[in-house]
């Protein structure tokens, strides 16, 4: 059903005379996309995760998602078994008589606050269920987990928790240690095969609770020391190729490793690396080996045909700085810097990863930064059309589309804010530096490579658009999209480290300060430039 449903505008047709599934526990904006969406009775038991994502996106429909799956699917809810909270013992396991392997352990997890979920797909519920046949006929050992699902559990786990922990709160919050723990016990009682069998473990969810712990401190945003790192900790650290092995080895690539364990030689001392695994502070995140592994991690992703987002994205805000100082670097001539650039991180051909890029650059600490831009953007985008009437260099766009709209919006914008410096005599007219409309019979090649300017451009062709930075077209999208062009040159602009061309510097200075929000350097406020957001100001106010 993917692709085959327009976007909803939740809360809209609420009162559609269609007959729906009566849906308790469903909050009314739920329930409303379910009906602005023309799902019925008869519909919504077909329905998979797939399409409630599409419906739902985001984290912040997880709990919604949650919900229309539970109604969906009644049978999981009803094996719904909870977990004591905080003041449970961790030392169940010796003190009790062992649990037998259930087959209907619940895949749900439930704490005070928030309720996880089990991770799984259909390898490992196929694994699962050859177990429970092998253990009825005595053989429960002859099946075990592959090291590549191992680490996709463990991997898909830990996102999972941070989405729902996320979605559950206002706040920026990751999961607790004792929540990282309880979900370890519960994937060894739900998938007993990956049990710690080693007489070196003090439980049989260590090892489990190990990598889960380790996942999460390699994703989480880095946090820098606030005192000297102690020196006596290093006496006891192992080179880390050596401690490595035992988990990277056929981890996928999104798995980022950021320090190596402690050596532990009794039990106790590794339930104390758990400990400063999630409690200790990690000195080393900002070095310029760590940024390295970072960097290549990412570069080992992007050899699979579809990265994580997501996973690319925490490797993005982790390699940060040092990927700056690359691209400011004097080393890179700015003509070769865009190919340079995306050779070293091809993750900037997708319009989503340049956009966070911009984020990272002027507001990283703002989450909501691209979603504000994009707000400021409209309203600018809406004023600038009767600006453009009053000036005379537009007519009142009655019959255009859209496409035709923002074409005559973005011809004018060179002219409602113009540079004192002239346009080279071949860029006719002073657009061409921000787009360009190929006409059915134009080679985008021969255009590309004849260009007077090497700054970024938007071509417009009859199927969709293409930025182009220098000769290299960097990322293709919808022409329902087009509207939005300038937030991407001006995004790459960032990226890369461009240099505004002189004859629109007034009108990328504009948008700059009026869009981005981003201060402008005195040495940029030219004339022109003062004059021009003079008026405009005048203009709005």
């Known amino acids: ?9 939740q809360g809209n047709e609420c009162t559609s005379s269609r007959q729906f599934l009566t849906m308790d526990g469903l909050d009314e904006v739920a329930i409303c996309t379910l009906k602005a969406a023309n799902i019925g009775e008869d519909i919504l038991p077909t329905l998979t995760r797939d399409d409630i994502r599409d419906l739902f996106p ?5 709990l919604r998602r949650k919900a229309i799956w539970l109604i969906v699917h009644k049978e999981e809810q009803e094996h719904t078994i909870p977990v004591e909270p905080q003041g449970s013992s961790a030392d169940d396991e010796h003190n009790g008589s062992p649990k037998t392997d259930d087959p209907s352990t619940s895949k749900f997890l439930k704490l005070p606050s928030p309720e996880y979920v089990l991770f799984t797909d259909s390898e490992l519920q196929h694994v699962r269920r050859a177990y429970f046949e092998q253990q009825r006929l005595g053989k429960e050992g002859e099946v075990t987990l592959s090291k590549e699902l191992f680490c996709r559990l463990i991997r898909n786990t830990m996102t999972n928790m941070i989405s729902i922990a996320r979605a559950s709160s206002d706040d920026y919050k990751y999961p607790t240690k004792h929540e990282v723990i309880a979900m370890a016990k519960r994937l060894v009682e739900y998938y007993p095969m990956i049990k710690d069998k080693s007489t070196g473990s003090s439980h049989e969810w260590d090892t489990v609770a190990k990598k889960l712990l380790k996942r999460l401190s390699n994703i989480r945003s880095p946090v820098k020391a606030k005192h000297p790192p102690s020196k006596r900790v290093r006496l006891n650290e192992v080179p880390s190729a050596a401690v490595a092995s035992d988990y990277d080895a056929d981890s996928s690539a999104s798995t980022v ?20 695994a999630s409690d200790g502070p990690d000195n080393s995140l900002d070095s310029q080996k760590t940024q390295a592994r970072h960097y290549r991690t990412l570069q080992e992703m992007y050899k699979a045909k579809k990265p994580n987002k ?18 400011d670097s004097n080393a890179l001539k700015e003509q070769d810097r865009p190919t340079k650039i995306l050779q070293a991180y091809p993750c900037f051909k997708e319009l989503d990863h340049v956009m966070d890029e911009l984020r990272r650059v002027i507001e990283p600490n703002n989450s909501q930064y691209t979603s504000e831009v994009k707000g400021r953007w409209e309203n600018f985008y809406s004023k600038v059309q009767f600006y453009g009437v009053m000036k005379k260099v537009m007519k009142p766009p009655r019959t255009l589309n859209g496409v035709e709209h923002a074409i005559a919006v973005f011809t004018a914008l060179p002219l409602l804010f113009p540079s004192g410096s002239a346009a080279p005599k071949k860029l006719v007219p002073i657009s061409e530096a921000l787009f360009h409309v190929l006409t059915p019979s134009e080679d985008p090649d021969t255009y590309i490579h004849g260009r007077v300017l090497s700054s970024p451009v938007l071509l417009i062709g009859e199927q969709n658009c293409i930025v182009v930075v220098g000769t290299t077209p960097v990322v293709t999208f919808e022409k329902d999209l087009l509207y939005e062009g300038p937030l991407y040159l001006l995004a790459y602009y960032y990226a890369f480290h ?16 009026q869009v981005l929000g981003d201060v402008i350097h005195e040495q940029d406020a030219t004339s022109s430039y003062k004059k021009a957001i003079h008026e405009w100001k005048m203009f709005v106010e």
């Open 58 to 62: 985001g984290p912040e429909h997880f």
């Open 498 to 513: 461009l240099t505004y061309p002189k004859c629109i510097a007034t009108l990328l200075s504009v948008l700059q300060t």
């Open 310 to 327: 997501a996973a690319v994205t925490h490797l993005l805000d982790l390699e940060f700085q040092s990927r700056r100082n690359f691209i």
């Open 257 to 276: 490793h950021l320090s190596p364990p402690s050596r532990s030689s009794t039990p106790q001392q590794e339930n104390d690396s758990i400990d400063e």
């Open 1 to 9: 059903m993917r692709n085959q449903r327009a976007k909803v505008q």
